[in-house]
């Protein structure tokens, strides 16, 4: 075994770094927009040298929303795979059960969270800025995959939220402390989500052949690149608002909209395709899984 993750341990984790909506924002608390809100390791905004520094931050300001309306559309998809994961075995081990649910539970949660910073964001800054969506028209489109390459996506979206909060306390502390807070609280109960989804992704794997798995993986891709467009699609939504909010076309929109959806691929796919620990579960799936994965990930770095 590759691991070694339990269900009851990781629910005893769980209930240990829980927290509450208001210990990481309450709902009068307003965002310091005196400050960056992303990681520059993430957001990429400083390296936009047509853009001067008070603008550099509108535009990291709008990467933050993006991410805030980007983790509200994939925990809206994580909630309803968790719950028909776990419906057929309600009567089966107790641990797993509880687990599972309170997995569940968490993302609410954090879809919660994530909106409630949205409204506090949308409060303080100056223009609508606009998101990809329906949420549930993106949620329909993944969810109608094989569970195992959604098991997977999911897997790998909670690992990189770690890459997320590394880059958080790494940045030079000029970062609004609230939007710190959300990594930070994010990433202590992604934490036991991603041993959880370790562990689903085994179950779903167990007893497939190499070929159903190849097949899982080519799913996996088709979800990746779907996700992909939308982020693309995103990058020239956050590029509109940036124009909106500093009252300016700026010249090279295409650059910038390139290099936008670059640092986007990589938070929210690349970072976590590298992750040690979801390679780990594709290596155990299946060598060929792993080098498929791995041939694809310099694309979004
Ligand atoms: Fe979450
Ligand atoms: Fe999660």
């Keep these: 075994m590759y691991h070694d993750f ?38 990429r905004t400083a390296a936009v040298a047509t853009l001067n520094p008070f603008e550099q931050r509108i535009l990291n300001q709008i990467s933050a929303h993006q991410y805030l309306g980007i983790f509200g559309v994939v925990e809206e998809f994580i909630l309803p795979f968790l719950v028909d994961h776990a419906r057929p075995h309600l009567l089966g081990d107790d641990w797993r059960v509880r687990a599972i649910l309170n997995f569940a539970s968490e993302e609410a949660k954090h879809i919660h969270l994530f909106k409630r910073f949205h409204e506090a964001f949308v409060r303080g800054f100056p223009v609508e800025c606009a998101m990809i969506g329906p949420s549930e028209a993106i949620g329909a489109e993944v969810l109608r995959h094989d569970p195992l390459a959604v098991g997977l996506v999911i897997l790998m979206i909670e690992w990189m939220t770690q890459a997320h909060y590394l880059g958080s306390i790494r940045d030079d502390g000029d970062l609004d402390p609230l939007f710190k807070s959300l990594m930070k609280n994010h990433w202590m109960e992604e934490a036991q989500h991603a041993k959880l989804d370790t562990l689903i992704v085994d179950a779903l794997a167990e007893g497939r052949t190499e070929e159903q798995i190849d097949k899982a993986i080519d799913e996996f891709f088709e979800i990746g690149g779907f996700l992909d467009e939308g982020l693309k699609a995103q990058a020239g939504f956050n590029l509109d608002a940036l124009e909106k909010a500093i009252g300016r076309k700026v010249e090279n929109r295409d650059e910038i909209i390139a290099q936008q959806h670059q640092a986007a691929r990589w938070t929210y796919i690349g970072s976590g395709m590298v992750h040690e620990r979801f390679k780990a579960t594709l290596e155990s799936l299946s060598p060929r899984a792993a080098e498929r994965i791995a041939e694809a990930a310099p694309v979004f770095a």
Aim: glycine share 0%; proline share 3%.
């Design 6 to 43: 339990n269900y009851e341990a990781t629910l005893a984790s769980s209930l240990r770094a829980q927290w509450q909506l208001d210990d990481v924002l309450r709902e009068e608390q307003e965002l310091d927009f005196t400050r960056n809100f992303m990681p520059e390791s993430l957001a």
